[in-house]
């Protein structure tokens, strides 16, 4: 049920971006124990100039195939996040050849009443799901 958002700069294709996905999504499912039918994903292109993403002082070498991904997810636990960090990481690198230089991730927690999967009802808490 994480809601993920992925960003990168544009030019990739359908299938570029069809694999950088569904590497996210089976990084989540390993990581979060979530179903593999849990999938809420939307991934944003943006031009080079739209995206500025400095390394921190960490003396990252970013480039443009830089990916952001935000997380919104129920409470996870310190070692299920980190777990995820090296499993996207890992993914990328191994499906994608992304560096993990190049690999930003956020997670924002929330809880049952943050949601609603459609219908106007918050399904968490009306007992649906």
């Avoid at 299938?15 to 979530?34: G, M, P, T």
């Avoid at 106007?120 to 649906?128: I, S």
């Amino acid at each position: 049920m994480p809601l993920i958002r992925i960003d990168v700069i544009e030019g990739r294709t359908e299938e570029e971006l069809q694999l950088l996905a569904d590497a996210v999504h089976d990084a989540v499912v390993e990581s979060f124990e979530v179903p593999e039918n849990d999938r809420y994903q939307t991934i944003n292109q943006h031009k080079p100039y739209e995206m500025y993403i400095e390394d921190t002082g960490l003396g990252f070498g970013r480039t443009n195939n830089i990916v952001v991904i935000q997380v919104i997810s129920k409470t996870r636990t310190a070692e299920q996040k980190k777990r995820l960090y090296k499993n996207v990481a890992g993914h990328l690198q191994s499906r994608c050849h992304i560096n993990s230089e190049d690999v930003m991730i956020s997670i924002t927690d929330n809880t049952e009443a943050d949601w609603s999967f459609g219908m106007g009802e918050a399904q968490f808490l009306n007992g649906k799901l």
